[in-house]
């Protein structure tokens, strides 16, 4: 089944369960006029609410009661999020425990955060303060919607801003609970507000906004581009968290059954559709065939069950028309030569029919600088590529324009520290794949984008930094000379 992009009838933006296919919910289009009057509001709580001026320990408590407010409705927001985007069940419950935990995260920033008292090089004292934007666009993908959203709002709020949120129009529905939530918890009105619609609209009108003063962006390194361009213009900062092509390495020396368990679970968890996914998987020539072998039948195993299913390990993609792309990227694949060891077709039949269903695919046979190689999928579609040595895996690994994150399995800690450290990526994981925690940094490097998201510097991002002196002169300045 073929179902068109989300639709927008009037002013209505409908959300569609691509496990279904049926319509679960809809939001109203924030109009560019009405787009004014928020930004006007969120100044106006921004100055008149007090949240800024709120010292970080009353901050926290907030945040604490907004992480309070996401676990008491923990349930329904998990449930609510497979519908809209079609992610099993177990991993919806994961994103929303993520929200909350970064949440939580963030309170416990604001109760410990320090500046520095700068070393003194004259008759005064001099620290630095931190101070808030002001007014700061969110734009989140619609692959984990929660988790995304708390990732920005959290320290954007903790950092003392008024923020616009604005969710993908293919998972709409989740935004604007997180509103609710965080007003009943007790943030003060309309310094956390929510716009809908298209990026191409809304969002692109959103960063255009000349009351804007920051933009954190998570999505597609094009959108990305654009993004940086218009804050560029507008001399804003702007920090993007885009798309990757992770390479995922084993070596010969690798505890391979580990290794061939997560360079599966790396690719297809998600559907495939997490920016982190190990979309290549680059082994070592001498064990390819035999390693490539086991990662196909344990793939060829995957139960794809409906997301609410038991023992659902991949659901649907993300929406119908998400699906055409991923049937065209694995097409071209074809077309490059690629050779399609499993997977490389929607399964049929049943459920199958009624939902955005794709099968996990695993292609080689292509060369490295072939597209299929070098773009994103963003579905179930795993590469298999050799490797001869390190040299040649640090040029392969390398040698695409994202640097988001990569993972290595070996039993040796010295490969992995030279190797680790030649692969551009903001994330390594040695003998580990997909972690990603909130205490920790995450963003790429090359085009995977700008700045870091997470850990205490995620609440810096929010923030400019001010420096203060504070002379100590028992007499009259001296004039500079
Ligand atoms: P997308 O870039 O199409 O859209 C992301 C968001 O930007 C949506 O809310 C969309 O409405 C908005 N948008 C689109 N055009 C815009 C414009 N011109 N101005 C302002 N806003 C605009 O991405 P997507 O398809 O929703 O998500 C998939 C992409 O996100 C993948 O490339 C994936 O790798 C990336 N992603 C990255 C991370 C990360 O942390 N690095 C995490 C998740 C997803």
């Known amino acids: 089944m073929d179902a068109p992009p989300p639709t927008l009838k009037g002013d209505e933006l409908s959300s569609t369960n691509p496990a279904t296919g049926e319509v679960i919910g809809s939001v109203q289009v924030t109009s560019t006029a009405e787009l004014d009057a928020i930004v006007e509001r969120a100044w106006a709580a921004y100055h008149n609410s007090g949240w800024k001026s709120l010292l970080p320990h009353r901050r926290a408590l907030v945040l604490n009661a907004i992480a309070d407010g996401l676990v008491a409705e923990k349930e329904a927001l998990a449930t609510l999020q497979m519908k809209d985007n079609g992610k099993p069940l177990a991993e919806c419950r994961g994103m929303v425990e993520s929200a909350i935990g970064t949440f939580r995260y963030y309170a416990g920033v604001c109760e410990t955060l320090e500046t520095s008292v700068t070393p003194?090089?004259?008759?005064?004292?001099?620290?630095?303060?931190?101070?808030?934007?002001?007014?700061?666009?969110?734009?989140?993908?619609?692959?984990?919607?929660?988790?995304?959203?708390?990732?920005?709002?959290?320290?954007?709020?903790?950092?003392?801003?008024?923020?616009?949120?604005?969710?993908?129009?293919?998972?709409?529905?989740?935004?604007?609970?997180?509103?609710?939530?965080?007003?009943?918890?007790?943030?003060?009105?309309?310094?956390?507000?929510?716009?809908?619609?298209?990026?191409?609209?809304?969002?692109?009108?959103?960063?255009?906004?000349?009351?804007?003063?920051?933009?954190?962006?998570?999505?597609?390194?094009?959108?990305?581009?654009?993004i940086g361009r218009v804050c560029g213009t507008k001399l804003?900062?702007?920090?993007?968290?885009?798309?990757?092509?992770?390479?995922?390495?084993?070596?010969?020396?690798?505890?391979?059954?580990?290794?061939?368990?997560?360079?599966?679970?790396?690719?297809?968890?998600?559907?495939?559709?997490?920016?982190?996914?190990?979309?290549?998987?680059?082994?070592?020539?001498?064990?390819?065939?035999?390693?490539l072998a086991k990662i196909v039948e344990r793939t060829k195993s995957l139960r794809v069950l409906a997301p609410d299913a038991a023992g659902v390990e991949v659901g649907p993609l993300a929406s119908?028309?998400?699906?055409?792309?991923?049937?065209?990227?694995?097409?071209?694949?074809?077309?490059?030569?690629?050779?399609?060891?499993?997977?490389?077709?929607?399964?049929?039949?049943?459920?199958?029919?009624?939902?955005?269903?794709?099968?996990p695919t695993i292609i080689d046979g292509l060369s490295h600088a072939s597209l299929t190689c070098q773009e994103e999928a963003f579905g179930p579609v795993l590469v298999a590529l050799p490797f001869r040595d390190e040299a040649d895996l640090v040029e392969k690994g390398n040698g695409t324009a994202f640097g988001?994150?990569?993972?290595?399995?070996?039993?040796?800690?010295?490969?992995?520290?030279?190797?680790?450290r030649a692969l551009e990526a903001?994330?390594?994981?040695?003998?580990?794949?997909?972690?990603?925690?909130?205490?920790?940094?995450?963003?790429?490097?090359?085009?995977?984008?700008?700045?870091?998201?997470?850990?205490?510097?995620?609440?810096?991002?929010?923030?400019?930094?001010?420096?203060?002196?504070?002379?100590?002169?028992e007499q009259p300045m001296p004039v500079a000379r």
Not at 269 to 291: L, N
Not at 323 to 340: H, K, L, S
Request: glycine letters at 12%; a neutral charge; one cysteine or more.
């Open 404 to 420: 988001l994150a990569c993972g290595i399995w070996t039993e040796s800690f010295k490969k992995a520290w030279r190797v680790g």
């Open 120 to 226: 003194q090089r004259g008759d005064y004292v001099s620290f630095t303060v931190l101070e808030p934007f002001g007014v700061v666009a969110c734009i989140t993908p619609w692959n984990s919607p929660i988790m995304n959203d708390a990732t920005k709002v959290a320290p954007a709020l903790a950092a003392g801003n008024a923020v616009v949120l604005k969710p993908s129009e293919d998972s709409p529905l989740l935004a604007p609970e997180l509103a609710r939530i965080a007003l009943a918890a007790g943030l003060p009105i309309d310094m956390l507000q929510v716009v809908q619609g298209r990026g191409a609209e809304i969002g692109a009108a959103l960063v255009a906004h000349p009351d804007v003063r920051m933009v954190s962006f998570t999505g597609g390194t094009t959108t990305g581009r654009a």
């Open 320 to 359: 119908f028309h998400h699906r055409e792309r991923v049937v065209a990227f694995v097409n071209r694949a074809r077309e490059e030569g690629g050779r399609i060891l499993c997977g490389g077709e929607p399964p049929t039949g049943g459920d199958y029919d009624r939902g955005a269903y794709y099968l």
């Open 236 to 291: 804003i900062p702007v920090a993007l968290e885009l798309g990757g092509k992770s390479p995922h390495v084993v070596f010969a020396d690798a505890d391979i059954e580990h290794a061939v368990a997560a360079v599966v679970a790396g690719i297809f968890g998600s559907a495939g559709q997490s920016c982190v996914a190990g979309s290549r998987v680059m082994i070592e020539e001498s064990v390819y065939d035999e390693v």
């Open 426 to 473: 903001g994330s390594v994981w040695v003998n580990t794949y997909k972690q990603s925690v909130t205490t920790t940094p995450f963003g790429g490097f090359k085009n995977s984008g700008i700045g870091r998201e997470k850990g205490v510097d995620g609440l810096r991002l929010y923030a400019q930094v001010k420096s203060m002196y504070f002379g100590l002169h």
